[in-house]
């Protein structure tokens, strides 16, 4: 008996709005989990959360000091990247794009291209008539429930600046995915100037499991920079090959700092040791949490453990592969 074929693939295109209120709704967001959880669970190929709080505007203009708020944010956007998407990985679907913003308020979102087929938003959030998103269709989700009171954070000291100048970061960046666009945008909120960004050279993955599935260089430079455009478009970015661990941290004394994910610590350190040896000033490193499908901080003690929990390009080239081998076994209609 021929097996029954797949349901088609999920075609609406979402936007919802989320608000964070205050620092302290920031730092422990548990009132936006009711949604995120129920969003995930809609059958969508797109979905775009867009989190509203006058928290994300430029330092400049009253906004968050990054550096001083940095776990907290990278924290915030694990949680809420895992949510959005449980339902389908834990199901081993790879279908839905799901990228989140950080903004101020909603003149931010008008920049924010594409058809879109619905926007959820909760009561007490109002889109302007004449707006973009005014014109697609809304549909209201339950107030989230705020908790009736949380500590007031202390005030961090105000000598820290409140971003890098120029901030560094690498990886394959091969089919973009969640943990890559935390690291991206946990990257873009601490710069203000540019951001370099180096991706892994082809013939340093020659080796990697399914490597003919892997994304060309352009390919991938094209969905980083797509990416970095939308969230942080006043931030410059350069996309350079690497070729080894350093790339232009090895010589570029106008880098300040460097982001890598607790699986690549000793990359980091690493580069330290190069930059000591060139009497280069040292490096602010940032360390951002790993993902799995289910959980926003994987424990990092066991390396084999969380190679294999983690979400990576290497399961979604293998969910590529079984996909494309099924469409060969099923018989021509």
């Known amino acids: 008996m021929a097996p029954a074929p797949e349901p ?3 075609t609406q295109r979402a936007i919802l709005l989320l608000l964070l209120p205050t620092l302290a709704h920031l730092q422990s967001p548990t009132h936006l989990l ?4 129920d969003i995930s669970r809609h059958p969508l190929s797109h979905l775009l959360i867009i989190l509203l709080s006058p928290l994300f505007a430029p330092p400049s203009q009253g906004g968050l000091n990054v550096r001083q708020h940095w776990e907290a944010l990278q924290r915030l956007l694990g949680t809420v990247y895992v949510e959005a998407t449980r339902e389908g990985l834990m199901r081993g679907e790879w279908e839905r794009e799901v990228v989140v913003l950080l903004e101020p308020d909603l003149e931010g979102v008008e920049r924010v291209g594409g058809e879109w087929d619905i926007v959820y938003t909760c009561e007490g959030l109002e889109i302007p008539p004449r707006s973009q998103l005014g014109k697609i269709p809304r549909q209201l989700i339950p107030a989230p429930v705020l908790p009736p009171s949380l500590p007031s954070p202390t005030p961090p000291a105000a000598s820290t600046p409140a971003q890098h100048s120029i901030t560094a970061l690498g990886g ?9 666009r935390i690291l991206l945008s946990s990257a873009l909120l601490l710069t203000s100037q540019k951001l370099i960004v180096g991706l892994t050279a082809a013939p340093l993955l ?3 499991k399914h490597a003919e599935l892997v994304q060309s260089f352009s390919v991938r430079t094209e969905a980083v920079e797509g990416f970095c455009s939308m969230f942080r478009p006043g931030v410059r970015v350069q996309a ?3 070729s080894d661990v350093a790339g232009p941290t090895a010589w570029d004394k106008s880098i300040e700092a460097l982001v890598v994910s607790r699986e690549t610590v000793s990359g980091a350190e690493a580069i330290a040791k190069i930059r000591a ?3 280069l000033p ?3 490193v940032y360390v951002i949490d790993v993902i799995s499908a289910d959980d926003p901080s994987l424990p990092h003690e066991d390396p084999e453990k969380l190679k294999n929990a983690k979400i990576s390009s290497t399961a979604i ?3 590529l592969a079984e996909k494309r081998a099924r469409a060969l076994r099923e018989p021509a209609a």
Not at 34 to 37: D, R
Not at 172 to 180: E, R
């Open 240 to 242: 350079v090959e690497l």
């Open 34 to 37: 009711p949604a995120l959880a």
């Open 206 to 208: 020659q080796n990697k």
């Open 282 to 284: 040292p490096l602010e």
């Open 277 to 279: 040896s060139a009497s």
């Open 8 to 10: 088609p693939a999920p």
């Open 172 to 180: 394959t960046f091969d089919h973009l995915h969640s943990g890559h």
């Open 317 to 319: 080239r293998g969910w």
